[in-house]
Every structure is written in C-alpha cells, then in structure tokens.
C-alpha cells in the first residue's frame, strides 16, 4: 500500500534527447509527489514536485506528468545535457508537512555528450 | 527552502566506537528526519526526530542503535552507536517545512573499518 515503483532503473539518452523517467503508487491518499535529483557525493536536492490538482507542470526544462486515474507521474528532462547526469528519485505522500515520504528506487540517468 | 548543515560530512570510525551526527537548520520546520542510504540505493528512513520526546523508530532500526536527540524545532542529533562495518552509508538529515517540501542535508558518509 506504501509502495512507490520507479522505472527504468538506468537510463542513457544522448545529448538532447528527452529521459523518462516513471513511477506509479499504490495509496489514495497520497497528494504530494516530488523528484528529486542527486549527483555523487551530494544530498537529494528537490527538483519540482506536482499536487494532484493539476496534469502537469513545468519548470525549466523539467516537466511533471501526472495521471491521478492511473495512479502514475512521471518525469520529462527536454533538451537534456550532461550535466543533467545524475540519480532521480521519485516520491509521494500526504501533503500535509507532517507525514513521510515513500520514495522509489532512483533511476541512474547518464547523458552522453 | 530551508539550508541545511550537517556534520561531519565524513569521517572513519574504528569498530565499536560510537559517533555523533550534527543537523542544523536555518528555519523552524515541522519535521526532522534522519535517513540512510548505502551507496547505489534508495533513502531509507530510520526515525522521526520529535521535539523534546523520543524519536520514533522505522522498523529494523532501534533506539539503542540509533539514538536520536531534537532538543528545538532547529536542531537534531543522530548517535550510530557501536558500530560494525556493516553501518558504513550515508546518514541524511532531512526537514519538512510547513508548505510539504522536503529537504535533505549533504550527508554524512561514514567509513567503519
């Protein structure tokens, strides 16, 4: 019920190209759902998160793509570059700032130049 | 946002010995989490940080272990207390903010030899 999937668990894309990255959830309750970005050696750092209210959001050139019936979101990386090689996590949970949050298991992004 | 600092940000520790994690953050937050994350893997939980109350435990983990302290809204200590190789990871301190984002510190990476 906790469950958060991630997939693919690695991913290479040239330069340029546009990664995917999916996770699906399991519990309704869940209306928060945040990814994050994580290069060696460094912390998790917040990249862009969605509420349920809303299909899809942009920020740069990261895009959310949320589908509340099928209980999946997803992330777009347009454009991608290099420096964009990193490990992504997803994550969901209650939006209410006092409960934890269920993360997938990261997915390894490598942009080739 | 919130600014993290947490120390050490890395250090090698003898079998048996026991070492402090230090987490500041810049602001009054919610929530503090302490987390672990072993090298190529996803973040796993060890405990909610409660304020001037005992921490509350994910299960495999335990208060003897990992002692836990949160004296303020503002500050939070993790204990990893007679350790074995096998503790050797990476500890996140983490905080919520009242808006439901979640932040996480560099980390500590802990070698055990």
């Known amino acids: 019920q906790q469950q958060v999937k991630q997939s693919p668990q690695s991913l290479i894309v040239q330069k340029g190209g546009i990664p995917i990255i999916n996770c699906a959830y399991e519990n309704t309750a869940f209306d928060y759902f945040p990814w994050y970005q994580q290069f060696p050696g460094k912390g998790p750092a917040l990249l862009i998160a969605?509420?349920?209210?809303?299909s899809e959001k942009k920020e740069g050139r990261f895009t959310i793509s949320f589908n509340k019936s099928a209980k999946q979101f997803s992330l777009h990386i347009m454009d991608s570059q290099p420096g964009d090689s990193a490990t992504y996590f997803c994550?969901?949970?209650?939006?209410?700032?006092?409960?934890?949050?269920?993360f997938g298991k990261g997915t390894m992004l490598l942009v080739s130049p | 946002s919130a600014v993290i600092s947490q120390k050490p940000s890395r250090d090698i520790c003898q079998r048996g010995t026991s070492l402090t994690i230090q987490c500041q953050v810049d602001?009054?937050?919610?929530?503090m989490f302490w987390y672990r994350q072993q090298p190529g893997q996803s973040l796993t939980l060890i405990a909610t940080?409660?304020?001037?109350?005992?921490?509350?435990?994910e299960s495999g983990f335990v208060i003897d272990k990992f002692p836990i302290s949160r004296p303020n809204l503002t500050f939070s200590t993790l204990t990893v207390s007679n350790m074995s190789p096998e503790d050797s990871s990476i500890y996140l301190c983490?905080?919520?903010?009242?808006?439901?984002?979640?932040?996480f510190g560099e980390g500590s990476r802990l070698t055990v030899l």
């Open positions: 983490s905080v919520r903010l009242y808006t439901g984002e979640l932040f």
């Open positions: 602001s009054q937050v919610t929530m």
């Open positions: 940080a409660n304020q001037g109350s005992e921490a509350t435990y």
């Open positions: 969605i509420r349920p209210d809303v």
């Open positions: 994550a969901a949970s209650m939006s209410n700032g006092y409960s934890t949050l269920t």
